[in-house]
């Protein structure tokens, strides 16, 4: 099941593929799936996993510059 087939709205669908992690979203929502999880409990990961992509686009970072330092500094 893709990204468009959980989220129903554009604009969200969008929003989850922005920033460095963006590209990985479908895989992500895939994997979830397949390990069984409910819809509403796939989007509140990839929720969590956009936001995240979306704070490192912010600051011009790449998925490659995520480390355990860039996620005290996320969390904060």
Same mark, same amino acid.
């Given at each position: 099941?893709?990204?468009?087939? !959980?989220?129903?709205?554009?604009?969200?669908q969008r929003r989850m593929? #922005?920033?460095p992690l963006g590209k @990985?979203?479908? %895989?992500?929502? #895939?994997?979830?799936? +397949? #390990?069984?999880?409910?819809? +509403?409990? *796939?989007?509140?990961?990839?929720?969590?996993?956009?936001?995240?992509?979306?704070? %490192?686009?912010?600051?011009? %970072?790449? *998925? #490659?510059?995520?480390? +355990?330092? !860039? %996620?005290?500094? @996320? !969390?904060?």
């Amino acid at each position: 099941m893709s990204v468009n087939a !959980l989220v129903h709205y554009p604009m969200r669908q969008r929003r989850m593929r #922005q920033g460095p992690l963006g590209k @990985y979203v479908a %895989l992500y929502a #895939q994997r979830l799936l +397949e #390990q069984h999880y409910s819809r +509403e409990g *796939a989007i509140r990961r990839i929720s969590i996993v956009s936001s995240l992509s979306r704070w %490192l686009k912010g600051r011009r %970072l790449t *998925a #490659q510059a995520f480390d +355990e330092h !860039l %996620l005290e500094r @996320y !969390l904060a």
